[in-house]
């Protein structure tokens, strides 16, 4: 089972976005996946189409007693999954992604009290809680980890718990520095505390195609984080807001594109998938 945290130093970046996207496409290529919302803002739930009153425990209540509980029980099927029809353009409508079996795309649905572990700590009995739910988890191929835009407690936990860690980082002055130091940060915290996890990468978001300052700065990532730096730029969408406001997987929205980007969700789950010395073979190449 592949376990990866889509993380980021700091808020704006579309790193929940990244998240739904591929969840997306996940799900299309029939891949079972659960998505854990560690973000205390829960938008991952919501853009899964998981509402709060779903009846189960949260994460950060499940985070309270993780030897005691079992996290199989308390996951909600994906609001994306089980129904057929095709939205409206304007975001209207019900459905699921294709009229096939069901795909599974499961949640465990965040909410505010993961912020209780956000304070940063070094002791094991904090570090492995989410381990210690997600170990005996064996339904699924993927597990998709939402972290709150920030390097805290629960960060490190979801670190700790993972064999890959995704950072997102915009084109933009700020977002190439923090994601450096992010970088020197998890690979300090990948010696002490998370031998387990065994592939890092940078995956540049919201990507102006067009613009001068975007371009210098995929150059500098480019310099920067070297082979870890896939080889997907995810570009900046504009009906984007539209689709999670739906609810919506991009692979079943319509329009070209949504096409576009759902090939591009694609194509970064693939990356995501591979090991780095493919990386290195592809980038060469």
């Given amino acids: 089972m592949q376990i990866i945290s889509i993380s980021s130093l700091k808020g704006g970046v579309g790193k929940t976005s990244v998240t739904l996207g591929l969840a997306s496409a996940a799900q299309a290529q029939g891949i079972p996946t659960l998505v854990v919302d560690m973000d205390p803002h829960a938008d991952a739930t919501t853009g899964l189409g998981v509402r709060q009153d779903a009846g189960t425990e949260d994460v950060g209540t499940l985070l309270s007693h993780p030897r005691r509980v079992s996290l199989t029980d308390h996951v909600v099927a994906s609001g994306w999954t089980g129904s057929t029809a095709a939205p409206a353009a304007d975001g209207d409508g019900a ?16 909410s505010s009290r993961t912020s209780l572990y956000e304070r940063p700590t070094t002791r094991q009995r904090e570090l492995r809680r989410l381990t210690q739910l997600v170990e005996p988890v064996t339904r699924y191929a993927l597990v998709l980890i939402d972290c709150p835009p920030a390097l805290n407690g629960v960060t490190r936990m979801a670190w700790a718990a993972s064999t890959d860690v995704l950072l997102v980082a915009e084109p933009s002055l700020f977002s190439v520095a923090g994601t450096e130091r992010t970088l020197r940060a998890l690979d300090l915290f990948r010696k002490e505390y998370a031998q387990g996890v065994t592939s890092t990468g940078v995956v540049a978001n919201r990507v102006r195609p067009a613009s001068v300052e975007h371009q210098f700065r995929l150059g500098e990532m480019e310099r920067m984080y070297g082979d870890r730096l896939l080889p997907v730029a995810i570009p900046e969408q504009g009906n984007w807001q539209q689709i999670q406001g739906a609810a919506w997987p991009v692979h079943a ?17 693939y990356a995501v998938q591979r090991p780095l010395k493919d990386r290195r073979s592809q980038r060469r190449h």
Wanted: glycine share 18%; hydrophobic share 45%; net charge negative.
């Fill in 95 to 110: 459905g699921g992604p294709d009229g096939g079996a069901p795909r599974i795309l499961d949640v465990a649905r965040g």
């Fill in 253 to 269: 929205w319509p329009g070209e594109m949504a096409a576009q980007s759902a090939a591009l969700f694609d194509e970064l789950l």
